[in-house]
């Protein structure tokens, strides 16, 4: 059986450097494509970073039972599609999801055999310049999501594995030893 890889943390913490060298390391490895209520930020493509639904048409995933998972996170919804994630694993090929809390715990009762692994930031300080730092929200959403994330880095006991993002090569090559 591949290994399904949950990878979840708070916004801000550095999970998109570590997944593409995680799939520089391991290039089968199949990251997950997501749902999303969310506008796409510049340079975002539908499909690619995420496929982006009208509120309808997110209901209609849910309502059809599409989505392996589902959340609201910061305003917005997300969901992982489930079929995708299924035939992937049914081949044998290792999936990574980069999702966040409650959908990790979602995926948890649905698939008891994932790895959840929780990325954490090295200082809380760090956190927030980072979040800022990337300017890629207004500073209103930037409050919304560090109030999520004080609530996500209470969640870290839940997870099989906590990697402590001090190090991008150093975080990616544990989160490949998952993988493999
Ligand atoms: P962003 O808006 O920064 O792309 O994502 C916000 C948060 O939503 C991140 O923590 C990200 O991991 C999470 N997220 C992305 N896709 C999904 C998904 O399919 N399900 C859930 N539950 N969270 C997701």
Same mark, same amino acid.
């Given at each position: ?22 799939? &520089? ?23 690619? &970073? ?25 305003? &917005?919804?997300?969901?992982?599609? *489930? *079929? ?23 995926? *948890? ?72």
């Amino acid at each position: 059986m591949a290994h399904l890889v949950v990878l979840s943390g708070p916004s801000g913490v550095g999970k998109s450097a570590i997944i593409s060298e995680i799939l &520089n390391e391991l290039p089968d490895t199949w990251l997950s494509v997501s749902a999303t209520t969310r506008t796409p930020r510049p340079g975002e493509v539908d499909g690619v &970073n995420y496929f982006f639904r009208s509120q309808q048409e997110f209901d209609d995933l849910i309502t059809h039972g599409e989505l392996l998972e589902w959340a609201q996170f910061a305003g &917005n919804r997300y969901g992982t599609p *489930r *079929r995708a994630v299924q035939e992937r694993l049914d081949a044998g090929i290792p999936v990574l999801l980069e999702i966040e809390v409650q959908g990790a715990m979602q995926v *948890r009762a649905a698939m008891p055999e994932a790895i959840l692994v929780f990325l954490k930031p090295p200082s809380w300080e760090e956190l927030e310049s980072r979040l800022v730092g990337r300017g890629t929200e207004t500073p209103e959403q930037v409050a919304i999501r560090l109030e999520t994330a004080r609530s996500e880095l209470e969640s870290v006991d839940f997870f099989d594995h906590v990697v402590v993002n001090d190090d991008v090569s150093r975080a990616a090559l544990e989160l490949v030893s998952y993988l493999s």
